[in-house]
């Protein structure tokens, strides 16, 4: 995440001289007083935040000792080697990334669908945004529980529906099999994006002007030209910055994962932020936990980097075509 | 037509897996348990609802109500509280860095919340204050901090400044303005911030799941879990009834205010 550079507002606060006080002399009140304002914020967020995520650092490079709680000799990459070591971790790393994705993409792709629809006038409009928009209310346990239930081997829906509907022949266990269980996983995290998208995406369609499409239209466009040639390229710089941030968002999906299957089958619905749990409260291995939690930073940076070059790729390859 | 038809499907989509909680929390665990899975309620059955609130439940949805309520409500005023005045100064001082004090706090909120659990949960063991409402008050406000300070800066952000730079001239001094103009002025987005703070602290589960385990103070979301090792279905989609109930029914009393949050995130 990059800030943009400080640029003056044209009527910032203070400008106003009260008072025949000199200039400088406010200024600097407003300053301090305005310290004075975030200071608590700061403190907290650092306090939270940025002291934690140092001490992971170094737990990832030292030895912990339990049983003291302190932090013990530097051991430098040995955490590191002995995660890379073990392959279940390399395969989570990849799966991670692979679930990471597959919610990203489709939670946009269904997000601009439903505001697609939900951008029409039509009769219970209304109702039907707020049951859209429900899903993020919802706690992710209760999700778990929810999907869980939608997908019980016995008395699910799922398997009630798509036997009656000749899809399968027979009931599925679906938490039974890794891939199933980490796509059943996907769905629920999905379902909680949603909300988060139509919304972002209705706001991206009320904001463009409705003559473009009258203007497509009189010279002869066809719906779906008009949807193709001026519609999605206004949608699509709106819709990478929400594709970056669920990525990041699925990148902390736990509850989901712990009620629905706890990383099994056997290891294979294991995500890297779901290891860093195992390994930390479960394996009570810190040290493991803080390096394969900085595996998963790094992982995640990694790929939103990528996705980033993919953006201004894309954005070049507009203008030169413009 | 074609819009009806969508509309249709989707609702369905969104709305299948909660209504089929609802439906399961209605029935007897013998119409649950049976493979001919029912998709309309044959009884309205409320033993459910009644076993799981009773006192002394193995899941302590009743007792875990509360505690979400006190948790939550402690963690909205606190995220106020500290938030207020950082998105005034944020959004209408002169400072240096803002945008990227902003951008910073932003920022750590995408962060695995994993990377900050494991030092946090070692210092609040040593400073023994593990399995405390203090220890979860902390670090839900630590976590929702710097949206609360984003919705509450969007919403100064949208206010006309005619009115403070007049008070301004007229001698008022920031703080003045602050609590005079700008307080009654913010007061949906004071509103909003409440909401959305408490509803992200009631669904928080990773964070009493790992500091507390005293069944005491066991948070709502926390207490639900206990109910997927060992209980009937029946029970267990009632305890997540009751569990998403609170904030379920804020969304949809609130749903037009937060909607226009979510959305003002939208115009940057």
């Known amino acids: 995440m990059q800030a943009a550079p400080d640029v003056p507002m044209p009527s910032s606060g203070g400008a106003v001289v009260i008072g025949g006080r000199p200039e400088g002399y406010m200024r600097r009140r407003e300053l301090a007083f305005g310290l004075a304002l975030v200071a608590p914020a700061l403190l907290l967020v650092a306090g939270i935040f940025l002291y934690p995520a140092v001490f992971t650092l170094t737990l990832s490079v030292t030895e912990f000792d339990m049983v003291r709680l302190q932090i013990g ?28 994705l597959l919610i990203a993409l489709a939670a946009t792709v269904f997000g601009f669908l439903i505001a697609l629809l939900l951008d029409q006038q039509f009769v219970g409009r209304t109702t039907l945004r707020v049951v859209v928009v429900l899903p993020w209310a919802v706690p992710p346990v209760v999700a778990g529980v929810l999907w869980g239930q ?13 036997y009656r509907l000749g899809v399968i022949d027979q009931y599925q266990i679906w938490l039974g099999d890794g891939l199933t269980a980490l796509h059943v996983i996907a769905i629920a995290e999905i379902w909680k994006a949603i909300p988060f998208m139509v919304l972002f995406f209705l706001a991206g369609l009320q904001s463009i002007p409705h003559q473009l499409f009258e203007a497509a239209a009189v010279d002869g466009a066809t719906v779906w030209q008009r949807f193709r040639y001026v519609l999605l390229p206004l949608m699509v710089p709106i819709a990478i910055p929400l594709v970056l941030i669920q990525f990041v968002w699925a990148m902390k999906a736990f509850d989901t994962i712990f009620v629905l299957t706890r990383g099994g089958p056997a290891g294979s619905t294991t995500t890297l932020n779901y290891f860093v749990y195992q390994e930390a409260f479960q394996a009570f291995d810190l040290g493991r936990a803080a390096a394969a939690a900085y595996v998963l930073l790094l992982v995640t940076l990694f790929v939103v980097q990528i996705m980033s070059l993919v953006r201004h790729y894309l954005a070049m390859r507009r203008w030169s075509t413009a | 037509m074609t819009i009806y038809g969508s509309a249709l499907i989707v609702f369905v989509l969104m709305a299948l897996p909660l209504y089929g909680l609802l439906l399961t929390s209605f029935q007897p665990e013998a119409v649950i348990r049976s493979r001919d899975v029912q998709f309309l309620p044959a009884t309205l059955y409320l033993d459910h609802f009644r076993s799981v609130l009773a006192p002394g439940h193995i899941v302590p949805i009743r007792e ?10 402690l963690t909205a005023a606190v995220c106020l509280i500290v938030a207020l005045p950082a998105a005034y100064a944020l959004s209408r001082l002169r400072l240096p860095g803002k945008n990227l004090m902003l951008g910073a706090m932003v920022s750590v909120y995408f962060l695995p919340t994993t990377i900050f659990l494991i030092p946090m949960f070692v210092l609040f063991v040593s400073w023994g204050i593990d399995d405390t409402f203090f220890s979860l008050v902390l670090a839900y406000a630590g976590f929702i901090l710097p949206f609360e300070v984003w919705i509450l800066k969007t919403f100064i952000d949208r206010l006309p400044r005619e009115v403070e730079d007049a008070a301004r001239m007229d001698g008022c001094t920031h703080l003045q303005v602050m609590r005079h103009i700008l307080l009654p002025l913010v007061r949906p987005g004071i509103l909003a911030g409440f909401i959305f703070a408490f509803i992200l602290s009631w669904t928080e589960f990773l964070t009493p ?37 609170p904030v379920a029914l804020l969304m949809i009393v609130f749903q037009r205010l937060i909607t226009q949050v979510l959305m003002a995130g939208a115009d940057r």
């Open chain 1, 73 to 100: 000799a530097f051991v430098g990459f040995d955490n590191y080697a002995r995660l890379f070591a073990n392959p279940g971790f390399v395969d989570a790393i990849w799966r991670t990334i692979y679930f990471g």
């Open chain 1, 150 to 162: 939608m997908f019980h081997a016995d008395v699910g829906f799922m398997n009630a529906l798509l």
């Open chain 2, 209 to 245: 799941l790992i500091f507390t385990s005293d069944i005491k103070i066991s948070t709502v979301a926390l207490g639900m879990f206990r109910s997927t090792i060992d209980i009937q279905v029946g029970q267990q989609a009632a305890a997540a009834v009751l569990t998403l109930l």
């Open chain 2, 64 to 73: 875990g109500i509360w505690n979400s309520v006190v948790v939550s409500t």
